[in-house]
């Protein structure tokens, strides 16, 4: 029986909305040491993706024509639900 060479790292799944809004509270948790180990642990271990998937859409978005002027608008937030 042959056994590959290499094993491939371990990757994080994809970050739901839920997932991530778990570690948006770690994330404001950690710094006032309200956070476990393995929380923080966890928020590492998918910090590069997120850091990925922010970096795609600022490039998406710098590669989108500016349309209207916005400098004047002022962005209200959403409603409640």
């Known amino acids: 029986m042959s056994f590959p060479v290499t094993v491939p790292n371990a990757r994080p799944h ?7 809004a778990v570690l ?3 994330a404001h948790d950690a710094p006032n040491s309200l956070a476990t180990e393995a929380e923080v642990e966890w ?3 998918t910090v590069g993706p997120l850091f ?3 970096a795609q859409r600022r ?3 710098a590669e989108l024509p500016v349309v209207v002027d916005l400098s004047n608008v002022i962005i209200l937030p959403a409603a409640a639900r």
């Open 14 to 20: 994809p970050v739901d909305d839920r997932t991530l």
């Open 24 to 26: 948006r509270r770690i």
């Open 43 to 45: 928020l590492v271990s």
């Open 52 to 54: 990925d998937e922010l």
């Open 59 to 61: 490039a998406a978005m």
